[in-house]
């Protein structure tokens, strides 16, 4: 069993910055990827970006390059979405996954293909 604790969100200034957490727990010799997705209300949940668990391979998706780098402590176990120039379309809840599964790749964006969930952490931009 893996446990994902996600924190670090909150309300945010448009054009302002958040730095989200992801801490593993348990088997986290298992795991192979990372990944985080969001969720706005009434949208379908949204893939973001994932990091390998060495911390070697990382990917954003295109929308989001320049402003969200993910990023991770080995020495924590501790993935990071460090957010910046937030936008109010940035609002959702922000998960992150553990794939354990291995795939030969760091690209998942499958959530289906996510092994362990988070509870989520809100963001809110908003003046």
């Known amino acids: 069993q893996v446990q994902l604790q996600a924190c670090g969100g909150g309300l945010a200034q448009p054009g302002g910055s958040l730095r989200l957490s992801c801490a593993a727990s348990?088997?986290?010799?298992?795991?192979?990827?990372m990944g985080w997705f969001r969720q706005a209300p009434g949208k379908e949940r949204e893939f973001v970006s994932t990091?390998?668990?060495?911390?070697?391979?990382?990917y954003v998706v295109d929308s989001l390059k320049g402003r969200f780098t993910v990023s991770k402590d080995n020495g924590k176990n501790t993935v990071y979405l460090q957010m910046s120039s937030l936008k109010p379309e940035d609002t959702a809840i922000y998960y992150c996954a553990a794939v354990t599964t291995y795939y030969g790749r760091t690209y998942i964006r499958e959530p289906a293909k996510y092994d362990y969930w988070g509870q989520g952490t809100k963001v809110t931009v908003s003046s």
């Open positions: 990091i390998n668990w060495s911390g070697g391979n990382t």
């Open positions: 348990g088997r986290t010799f298992s795991i192979y990827v």
